[in-house]
Structures are given as structure tokens and as C-alpha cells.
């Protein structure tokens, strides 16, 4: 009977022993299935945080640094000494002279950035037959040689719109007038000699020499800068009197794009009598004509992402020079773009926006970059650009503010 219970009791314990083995084997299954449908935050919560390595990637090159190439033409002055006035300027504006019938190889004048076609007369190889004594003392008239004419118009055409920038003066205004001929008046009556007030019609201009500008013209024959159209940019206009007939209104100075380039033309130019306010704007031209390229492709950049340039100023910095600045006034809210606009020629220049809240933003860099304010509120918008690094005096650039 002993013998009989130990078996049985044996046989009890392994049952029991069994039940707990599966009751373990469930539980656990239990604490697994619960365990995986826990939140990961939870348990990623108990391990120590892990920090992955990101490798930099490396700086962008510098762009090499670039030299602007200017051409004056003719080599020996006469009425516009437009060499002086670079040599004046300093370093920035080193130059090379080259003979007018050079103009009618669009391979030679491909060599520069801007060409300064300055006022004088032509070479014996571009005239025909003689008509007289001109007005203007030292000059005689003759018609011209239509063909050499047409080469130096075709090259100058292609000159600028390549990229090039031309700018011209006074008796040249034939052959631009030639090379552009859309938006030209031929025969331009010519301007005695004379004083006159012109209005100065570009906002930018006007800030820097006042809304009126005295000018005198002490040769006659000269020739006003009568080109129109939708594209042509007046800077200065008034009423001229011409050698025969009734005051004329024209402009005397215009500034205007053909495809990659852009042609400014003058009435007036360089000589011994100008007067400071002239000398000024003559300076304001020089920095008009090195810009002009970048000045093309800032306002190219605007118009493609839907903003309308509003203003442009043309500023020119020197070392240890105060900031220059001006005031943008957005008549409403909409998105605002400010663009420093200049070549990568070595300066460093610091750009300041500041709205009508006193927030500042601000941005510095070697060549053009923009300041972007969307959702801009109305008022004054003042911008001010410091001159952290030029690499000669009388660096130019220009800021342009354009709405959206």
C-alpha cells in the first residue's frame, strides 16, 4: 500500500511540475507580447542617447578673383578726356588705349569688359568728300565712308550684345545711333553753345546730385542723347536750343540694355571747365558703366522670381569711408528683396536692412548676394552697406529693392 501511494504521489507531483512549466511558458509569452506592443519612446528612453558623426562637407571654392578690362578709344584725346578721369579715380580703374579703327574689329574690342567711346573726330578712312568748316572749332565736315561706318556700327552692335558695355559721348552719337537704330532719331539737331538746367529724372541720380543740374556746353555742334523707347532709362532731360530753329526738349544722358549688354550715352563729357556737380556726375557715369553688368543680371534675377525692381543706387566706397545708405518706402506690405549688387573683384562689403519695427537683418559676402523680407510691413525700409574690405578707393556697387 506504501509502495502504491509513493507512485502515486510521484505521479501528482509531475502533473503539477507540468502546469507550472506551461504556466510559465504562457506568462512569459504574456510579458513578450506586451513588451513588443510597448511604445518605442519607452524603451529607447532607458538607453543612453547615441551620437552619429556627420561629415562636412567641404567649402566651396573661392572664385578667382576678376580684373576688370576697360578700353578707351581714341588713344589721343581731343574734347573728352576721359582718361584723366580714370587716372583720377585711382588703382580700380586701370585702362588701355586703343586707336578708334580699332572699333571695327569685333575680335579686338572683344579684349574688355567696358569700352569708353570718347567725343572726337574720325580717322581719314572713315570720311569721303568734304563739305566744309564745322562749327565746332578745329573740325572740318565730310560725308562718310558708308562701309567702314557699317563695320565699326556691326562690331559694336555685337560688342554689346555679347555683354559688353559701351559708353559714348557726344559727336559719336552717329555711330551709336547707327548700331541701335530701333530706338534712335536720326538727324539729331545739334546744340549750340549754351547754358542750360537740366532736370535729373532718375530717382537714384537725383538722390546724389539734387533734382536740377547745371550744364554748360562750351562747343557747338554737339549732340543731344535722342534715343526713346520702353527700355531707354532717362537720367537727365531739359530744353536745348539747337544751331537752327526752336528750343527742343531731349535727353542729355540715357542708359539702355541691348540683349547681354548695355549702352549709356552722354551729351556732356569730361573737360578743363567742368564744375564739381558735373565732375560728380561724370564720376556717377564711370561707376554706372563698371556695374552695368551685374547691375543686367541682378535685374534679370529679380524679374525671373517675380519681383519688380523698385529702386537702384549706385554707391562707390574707399577705405575707412563712412556706410553708404538709403531709405526704401514700401507704400504697402508685400515681400521685399534687396540685392548688393558687385563684381568678385577682392572687396568684402556688409549689407544692413532695417524695417520700420528697428529689426536689423543683415549679410556680408565677396560679391552679389541678396537680403529677402517676405510679408515686408509698409513704411521705411532703410539700407546701409559697410565696406568691411575694398581693394582700391572708389569701389562700386549698387543696391537694388525690389517689391513682390
Known sequence: MFAGNQKRRGSIRWIVDLGLAIGL?????????????????????KQPTQLQEVETPPDEPTPPVKTLRLGVTPAAQTFDNMA?????????????????????DAKKI????????????????????KIGASKREGLVEYTPNLEVIKQASDSL???????????????????????????????????????????????????????????????????????????VVVYLRGTYQPEEGEPRESPFLVKFPYKDGTVIFTSFHNEKQNNESELKLLR??????????VETKVRQSMVKGGFSP???????????????SSVYKAARSCDLKFTLGFENLGARLKLTVVGPDGAPHEKEGTSTFTIDVPSAAAGDWKYMVTALKVPNDNFPFTVTVGEK
Open 157 to 231: 552692335r555685337d560688342f554689346v550684345a555679347r555683354g559688353g558695355t559701351l559708353y559714348a559721348s557726344d559727336l559719336h552719337y552717329p555711330l551709336v545711333a547707327d548700331a541701335f537704330p530701333d530706338i534712335s532719331q536720326q538727324n539729331a539737331p545739334r546744340g549750340k553753345t549754351q547754358d542750360l538746367n537740366a532736370q535729373v529724372v532718375d530717382p537714384g541720380l537725383r538722390e546724389l546730385i539734387g533734382g536740377e543740374l547745371s550744364l554748360r556746353f562750351d562747343q557747338a555742334d554737339w549732340y543731344p542723347a535722342a534715343f526713346q523707347g520702353e527700355k
Open 110 to 129: 572683344s579684349e574688355f569688359d567696358v569700352v569708353f567711346l570718347t567725343c572726337s573726330g574720325v580717322p581719314e578712312s572713315w570720311l569721303r568728300e
Open 284 to 293: 556717377y557715369l564711370v561707376f554706372s558703366a563698371v556695374t552695368a553688368e
Open 25 to 45: 511558458v504562457v506568462a512569459l509569452s504574456v510579458v513578450i507580447a506586451i513588451d513588443r506592443g510597448r511604445p518605442v519612446e519607452s524603451t529607447a528612453s
Open 84 to 104: 584723366r578721369l580714370l587716372d583720377e579715380l585711382g588703382e580700380g580703374y586701370k585702362y588701355k588705349t586703343f586707336p578708334l579703327d580699332d572699333l571695327r
Open 310 to 324: 523698385a529702386k537702384n543706387n549706385l554707391f562707390s566706397a574707399s577705405a575707412g569711408a563712412d556706410e553708404a
